[in-house]
């Protein structure tokens, strides 16, 4: 056989293969969305709790509390459908930013209500809520949105799978994190096991599932499964207070902004690496016309760089030296091409209030000076080579 003749029939072997693959893809989504009614239906015959939602317009923050008091939050069928629910209107919401999701009455989550769990206990129904659940939870973690757990009391079984659906976890002195799976004879059905191990590891995943062992703060911080302890009463509006001062660190800026971030972080995360730097691409190119023609605070040098003024940047006065500067670490960024020598950097004035620019502002005056940058050079390259000095 000729080398064309081979090349053509691996072409013909490789077309039909790809034929079969989407032809089963259809075959198993034609099942799905076939099946997906009757588990519904199933689901809201078991009522009880509610899944209550609360957004912030000014903030940007969402509130997603699971409110089953008399079963310790435990998840009824009718709060399964109405997550999905929830979670729908999130993802609309243009002008978020985050949203944390709590229990009701100090517990966060136990899980599923055994009444429901018991009612669909046959293999089909038990695999069709596992997977309505999976595609809500995926949901919620891939939101637009930085979604925090505010894990207050216990979250057990498909409690504890709830925080893994979470961008960051936060636990009060009280609370606790066990997979108790094992103890029903089961294995977590939600997601939980594989998410669990993009966060803390296969062998640590598999000494919490395998041991059942309880997560408290110091543990759950020394495996990196929680982000952060807060320290205040058990008052349920004083723990949903600090949330939003912990989280008020990541989401100072637009909406869109923020959404942004989470998109190519979620793109990152989820698809090939060919596919993730694509999706980079194109949010970056949806943004790079609003931050340059945005309301952005500029550093001095780039405004002066800009106007086409090199020689006014000797002018310019030094810039504070911040704590990491004077200990010799730089930050985050200090080695950045586009950063300007120390000399040529302008001090950072006050605001109104007194404070200085955060971590999370000074990424954005330094992203929107790359831009800044990348556009001048587009425009006059000449004006950049090395030739100028």
Same mark, same amino acid.
């Given at each position: ?280 691409? @194109? ?9 340059? #023609?945005? /309301? !952005?605070? $500029? &550093?001095?040098?780039?405004? %002066? ?18 704590? @990491? ?9 200090? #080695?950045? /091409? !586009?950063? $300007? &020598?120390?000399?040529?950097? %302008? ?43």
């Amino acid at each position: 056989m000729s080398v064309c003749g081979a090349a053509r029939c691996c072409w013909i072997q490789s077309r039909s293969a790809v034929r079969r693959i989407l032809q089963q893809n259809r075959t198993v989504c034609s099942h799905t969305n076939g099946s997906a009614e009757s588990i519904r239906k199933k689901l809201q015959a078991f009522s009880g709790g509610s899944i209550d939602l609360q957004k912030q317009q000014d903030s940007g923050i969402a509130v997603l509390t699971v409110n089953n008091p008399a079963r310790m939050n435990a998840f009824s069928g009718s709060m399964m459908l109405e997550l999905e629910q929830r979670v729908c209107e999130l993802e609309t919401w243009t002008e978020g930013k985050a949203v944390i999701v709590q229990g009701a009455a100090g517990t966060f989550c136990s899980g599923s209500d055994l009444n429901a769990v018991r009612a669909i206990a046959n293999p089909h129904d038990g695999m069709k809520m596992c997977e309505f659940m999976q595609n809500t939870l995926t949901r919620l973690l891939r939101l637009p949105l930085i979604s925090v757990a505010l894990v207050e009391g216990r979250a057990l079984g498909g409690g504890a799978e709830l925080t893994t659906a979470c961008d960051f976890r936060l636990m009060m002195s009280d609370g606790v994190i066990q997979f108790v799976h094992k103890y029903m004879g089961l294995v977590p059905g939600w997601g939980g096991a594989a998410r669990l191990v993009r966060i803390v590891g296969s062998q640590t995943a598999l000494k919490l599932l395998s041991g059942a062992k309880k997560v408290d703060p110091d543990f759950g911080k020394q495996i990196g499964l929680v982000d952060e302890v807060l320290h205040c009463s058990s008052s349920e509006e004083n723990a949903l207070a600090h949330a939003e001062q912990w989280l008020t660190q990541f989401i100072k800026g637009p909406a869109p902004v923020i959404q942004a971030v989470k998109k190519v972080v979620v793109s990152g995360r989820e698809l090939p690496l060919g596919e993730a730097l694509q999706t980079e691409r @194109s949010v970056f190119g949806t943004r790079v016309n609003v931050a340059l #023609t945005g /309301p !952005w605070e $500029l &550093p001095a040098a780039h405004t %002066v760089m800009a106007a086409g003024r090199r020689d006014k940047l000797r002018d310019l006065p030094p810039v504070e030296q911040s704590s @990491s500067e004077r200990s010799g670490s730089p930050s985050p960024g200090d #080695t950045l /091409p !586009w950063n $300007l &020598p120390k000399h040529q950097r %302008v001090k950072r004035s006050k605001s109104a209030s007194g404070d200085v620019l955060d971590p999370a502002e000074r990424a954005v005056i330094r992203i929107a000076g790359l831009l800044s940058y990348l556009l001048i050079r587009s425009r006059t390259r000449s004006f950049f080579s090395p030739a100028d000095g």
